[in-house]
């Protein structure tokens, strides 16, 4: 599923707050070089792992800001804006997703973090971690998704009720800033492909994936009614089903931001995934 809740006041969420410098600790707080641009990157805490956080969607660094400062003080943490987000300049053309996972190394180079990575993506984040992963996997220690999007449910969707769906496409072109009508694209040729590119399995890592399982009954918005989400729930336990040790957590009192609604769900998550990665090291 990819539901960017498109009547969130996007303008509102960006604009909230400026990460909480004052939580996080952050030992660097600026922007970092990636070829001829720059990314606006917040490094704080220090700890056996690196936890990356990967915001979805329309989203900047400032969406983590009541998870990550927890997690910072256990571990270490990096989060970052993509271009066009936060204080990261826009490119002349709209980043693709492989383009956007090679920034994110960059960023990981650049900073010289080296350790083992837990990776947490939120939505479209869903995708670019498990791109990460799947092209990085001797560096990925454990994954978390945060109501991750699904690549082939709209595919399932458009079986079901195709002007509906459209009509819920349609909607969200509508609710988007003209600045992101770009990048949105780009994500919509995921979803019509039903597919992401080719690439190999995921390593078989500690995994949790929330899913936000509130649903509104007559709701204008297809991706919101009862039998979509029913159909979500189904799609997201088969993917999550692939891990040795996953977990699945549902949610009925979080719409799509579970990580602004609820954050203790996130942290717990995240929590879950550092004692059981420790656990594999352990073993190994």
Do not use: C
Request: proline letters at 5%; charged letters at 20%; a neutral charge.
């Amino acid at each position: 599923m990819f539901s960017f809740a498109w009547k969130w006041k996007l303008a509102g969420l960006l604009s909230a707050a400026a990460f909480s410098m004052a939580a996080m600790a952050a030992d660097f707080d600026g922007m970092v070089t990636v070829g001829a641009n720059q990314l606006q990157v917040v490094q704080a805490g220090e700890g056996a792992y690196t936890v990356v956080f990967e915001a979805g969607f329309a989203s900047d660094l400032s969406v983590w800001r009541k998870v990550a400062p927890e997690i910072a003080k256990k571990a270490g943490v990096l989060v970052y804006s993509r271009a066009g987000y936060g204080k990261s300049p826009a490119r002349a053309q709209p980043l693709t997703m492989e383009q956007s996972v090679a920034e994110l190394a960059t960023v990981l180079e650049q900073r010289k973090v080296q350790g083992p990575l837990i990776l947490v993506g939120h939505s479209y984040g869903g995708f670019l971690i498990r791109y990460f992963a799947a092209t990085h996997p001797q560096r990925v220690a454990g994954l978390v998704f945060v109501d991750p999007a699904d690549e082939g449910l709209e595919s399932v969707l458009r079986g079901i009720d195709a002007v509906r769906l459209q009509q819920d496409q349609q909607m969200l072109v509508s609710s988007i800033p003209p600045k992101w009508q770009g990048d949105l694209q780009t994500i919509q040729k995921l979803l019509d492909a039903g597919q992401l590119p080719a690439t190999p399995a995921l390593p078989d890592v500690p995994a949790v994936l929330i899913t936000s399982v509130r649903a509104r009954a007559g709701s204008d918005f297809f991706q919101e009614t009862p039998d979509v989400i029913k159909i979500k729930r189904q799609r997201h336990a088969a993917f999550i089903n692939q891990f040795s040790n996953g977990a699945h957590v549902f949610t009925a009192n979080s719409g799509h931001g579970i990580q602004m609604q609820e954050p203790e769900l996130v942290i717990g998550a995240i929590d879950q995934v550092l004692v059981a990665a420790a656990k594999a090291v352990k073993k190994s």
